[in-house]
Nanobody
């Protein structure tokens, strides 16, 4: 059974860097055609794709995040990490990690497994 679990601080101060980790079990992040994504949902808004990383290790990002977002992975721990720099209160959201079964499905924002989500609040 594939499981994803997000972890990280629930409160981040403005201008700091948000760092979240997704721990995956039941599926390897380095094999297959899977794409491992970070998605968020600000309060009262729709889901927003931040970026993903494929089994090759090459990340893709949603352009509105520009250079603020960085996705990396620790293959020995089967984890991938999101870093979002220069956060503002507008980055307050529930952050999810998820798996897409292929590049096409990733582009379609179609995911077969999700983490439970973690609330991140940006506030001083």
């Amino acid at each position: 059974q594939v499981q994803l679990m997000e972890s990280g601080p629930g409160l981040v101060e403005p201008s700091q860097t948000l760092s979240l980790t997704c721990t995956v079990s039941g599926s390897s992040i380095t094999t297959g055609d899977y794409y491992w994504a970070w998605i968020r949902q600000p309060p009262g808004k729709d889901l927003e794709w931040i970026g993903n990383i494929g089994s090759s290790g090459t990340p893709n990002y949603n352009p509105p995040f520009g250079s603020r977002a960085s996705i990396s992975r620790e293959t020995d721990k089967n984890q991938f990490t999101l870093r979002l720099s220069s956060v503002t209160p507008e980055d307050t959201a529930i952050y999810y990690c998820a798996r897409a079964g292929s590049l096409k499905l990733a582009f379609l924002q179609s995911y077969d497994y999700w983490g439970q989500g973690t609330q991140v609040t940006v506030s001083s």
